[in-house]
Each structure stands twice: as C-alpha cells, then as structure tokens.
C-alpha cells in the first residue's frame, strides 16, 4: 500500500492567494482527518470526514477555510485567501472503521504563506 | 471539549536511561490514548496505544500506563537509544465518536550518547 498522499509536499505562496492541498487516503479508509501543525498551537484537528462526509468542522479556523471529499479517495483543503499567519504543515491522516483505531498519517504538506 | 496537558515539554536522558512522559486528559468519556513519535520533518507515526479497559500495555521498549479514575495516562521508554530522540505526543479520543484526537502540546526526548 502507498499509505496517505498528499500534493503538493511544500507550498509557497503570497498573501491573498488561493492555496489548495490534496489527500488520497489509503484505499479502503473510510475516516479522514485535516491537521494543522505549528510551533504555537500544536497539532490541531480541522475537520474530518466519514464515507465522504463531513462530520465535526469545529476546528476549521474561519471561512477563508474549506474541505470537501467528493469521494472515498481524493479531499481537498482549500484556503482563500490565504494569510501569513496560515503557515503551517498540513497533515492528511485516514483509518478504517473495524481496523483498529490507528490514524495513518501523510507526510503533510508544507505551506508558507509570504 | 477534551483538553490534553503533557510534562515535560523537553526530556533529556543519558543512552540506556529511562524516559518517561506524562499526560492528563479532562473528558471522563475518553477511551482510547495513543502516543506517536514524530521525527524532524517526517510524519507523525503511532508507536503504542491502550484503550480505557486496559490498565497497561507493553511493547517491547516501550509501555504505557493508564489510571482513569486519575485521567493520566503515561508513556515509559526503557533502555534508551539515540534514534529515540524524537517529539512525541501523546492524544485522546472517544472512539465512539469517530476517533476524533486531542494531541497533547508535545515532549521533545533528547537521548544523549
């Protein structure tokens, strides 16, 4: 299995741009999961997804951000306009329900925002 | 919603020393306590985790206790190695509720040779 993918690994982009992350879960994984990393806040959960669904948006900072699964195996994250302080790495995880409760992670995507 | 404290926020420990990492949790209703290791630029991956009926776990190296009427739960490294050096986190969740996980802020384990 090639486990979680995410594109593009690393982003650079001005202020008031558009920016958006993609995720493939692992095929068969019907949870999906947005993080966010930074030094300040952690890793924080943003939103998450079950059969395509979003379940618990609570932690999406604002409306500037938006996640949509149009299918069981591709989510984007979008973030419009983008602001310097959304720097961050975005991580990607998955897991299948009855496979235990692991969350498998992606190598995240690094986003800077200038 | 569910809060995480994790002590301390740095570790360091000679080769060979044990290292342990403490966590508490405020949601009563939370059963499931992984820990995941994260290298410098890499993914976060689990390495153990215990579900609220287990009071212990052991992996070799590694062991995790829980005491729930306490709402702590700890990570134990025994016979440290350098390639332990690493951030790990420990989270909390309610897996009844799409396994949705609280991370703790994080210990940065320096294992010096």
């Known amino acids: 299995d090639a486990g979680v993918i995410q594109s593009p690994r690393h982003e650079v982009t001005e202020m008031g741009q558009e920016v958006t992350l993609r995720c493939k879960p692992i095929s068969g994984h019907d949870y999906l999961f947005w993080y966010r990393q930074t030094m300040m806040r952690g890793l924080e959960l943003l939103i998450y997804?079950?059969?395509?669904?979003?379940?618990?948006d609570s932690g999406m900072p604002e409306d500037r951000f938006s996640a949509k699964m149009p299918n069981a195996s591709f989510s984007t994250l979008k973030i419009q306009p983008s602001e310097p302080r959304d720097s961050a790495v975005y991580f990607c995880a998955s897991r299948r329900t009855g496979g235990g409760y692991e969350q498998y992670f992606g190598p995240g995507t690094r986003l800077t925002v200038t | 919603g569910e809060n995480v404290e994790q002590h301390p926020s740095t570790l360091s420990v000679q080769e060979g020393d044990s290292a342990v990492i403490k966590c508490t949790y405020s949601?009563?209703?939370?059963?499931?306590f992984p820990w995941y290791k994260q290298e410098l630029g890499k993914r976060p991956q689990l390495i153990i985790d215990i579900r609220s009926n287990v009071g212990e776990k052991k992996d070799q190296r590694i062991a995790v206790t829980l005491n729930k009427t306490a709402k702590h739960f700890s990570l134990h490294i025994t016979e440290t190695q350098p390639e332990d050096s690493a951030v790990y986190f420990c989270a909390a969740s309610n897996w009844e509720y799409g396994n949705k996980l609280v991370f703790g802020a994080g210990t940065i384990l320096r294992v010096k040779s």
């Open positions: 949601d009563s209703a939370s059963n499931y």
């Open positions: 997804f079950n059969n395509n669904v979003p379940i618990d």
